[in-house]
């Protein structure tokens, strides 16, 4: 079984992990989760109630183990089934902050970055340049100028892009780096928001595009195109999309050159799911990788073209799994016949993807883990909206006031999408490893909430 924290069919809490645990996305709970004397979870070494006493709550919790076991597991992975060069970059908008990106890149992964506030995150983490592909299907001028001026690689998303870096290139007379992106026209299932890869998407050039754009690059003095790229979308379980991706990229990668053009790289996306809640059952990192690279092989074999340098660009399933957030459980209020509501203090602010993409998630009472799950309760976040509800219909012993509720697999598209709703400051974020906790992000501040108001003179009063 590879269920590392579960409901089983005795209504308990929390399964010790399996070593055999293989894959951090299959694993509902960080790699380094354990139980102590006191029945309190353990990550990372790190008593999560011990934890929130120091650092306040909510707290996001990022255990070190997992995240290098994933870049390692990425890493390695393409190494082993892949007969060309490899490379992972991480897609940092999962979470982008200086620590992670150090982690990361002391693991030798590169980055794919989506703004200028995210290249600048990663280089002030001391990412070469060299290991960095911006993207985005609307750069402004001066995100393209500093992308240039540090000689990252561009991914190229339409011909207004293309224009533009055109004339940018050839003010400087300094050749870009660019790769461009296709739309496949291929279907994945899942949620309508992340799916990127069908024909009715903002993204890319579509099929009936991608000659032109070939021809556009191929007489522009200072665009070099060394490759091309595709991304289908998010949290996919099946594998076949990335098989047929695989076959549309090198059928493209084949007719590039009839323009002139030879790209070396192929980068096929990222996307695997990772396990939120018991139901979900992705492939593991090393079953999705074997795939992406032999089905690449495959497809260069039947279109006679020399193996690319695969890049592959995983963001969710690199630093969901190694994540838990910790919130205190404050007031409840029942419902007779329909639900009891017990809130917590935190809420769509630090997580916003239950209101966005109705998401699942999977929550522990982390002070008494040998609880009993034997109440359904709906845990509510603490803003002014009814659908701030972070986990619908929760199996949990009834949280009591002053319980540290731990909700799992957060380290994906929460900070980074985390807002100040309500005025509600961002919580910290902390990373463990061996006992130790260190702050990687700090709390804001009420200080910092009013940090960027301006209030006019004629305003102010007395
Ligand atoms: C979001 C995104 C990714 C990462 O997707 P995940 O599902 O988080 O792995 C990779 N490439 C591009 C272009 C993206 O927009």
Redo the contacts with the bound molecule.
Sequence with gaps: MLTAASTDNTGRQYLPQSPDVLSPNQALMPLSSTVNGQDHLVVGGCDVIELVKQYGSPLYILDEQTLRTTCRQYRDSFQKYYGGESLVIY?S??WSCMAICAIVDSEGLGF?V?SGGELYTTLKAGVSPQKIYF?GNNKSREELNFALDEGVTI?VDNFFELELLKGLTGDRQTTAKIIL?LTPGIECHTHEY?R?GHLDSK?GFDPNQIEAAFELVSQAEFLNCIGL?A?I????FEQQPHKDLGDVLAGWYKKAADYGLNPEILNL????GIRYTESDDPPSIEAWSQNVAQSLEAACRSHGIPLPKLIV??????VGSACVTAYTVGSRKVVPEIRTYVSVDGGMSDNPRPITYQSLYRAVIANRLSAPCEETITVAGKHCESGDVVIKDAQLPMPQPGDILVVLATG??NYSMASNYNRIGRPAAVLVNDGEAQLIIRRETLEDLVRQDCLPERLRQG
């Design positions: 897609a908008k999962a794919d989506v993207h991914i992106r992340i990127t993204f790229h991304h979308g998010s949290q996919i996306g990222g996307g695997l660009e995983p963001g969710r399933s690199l994906a598209y």
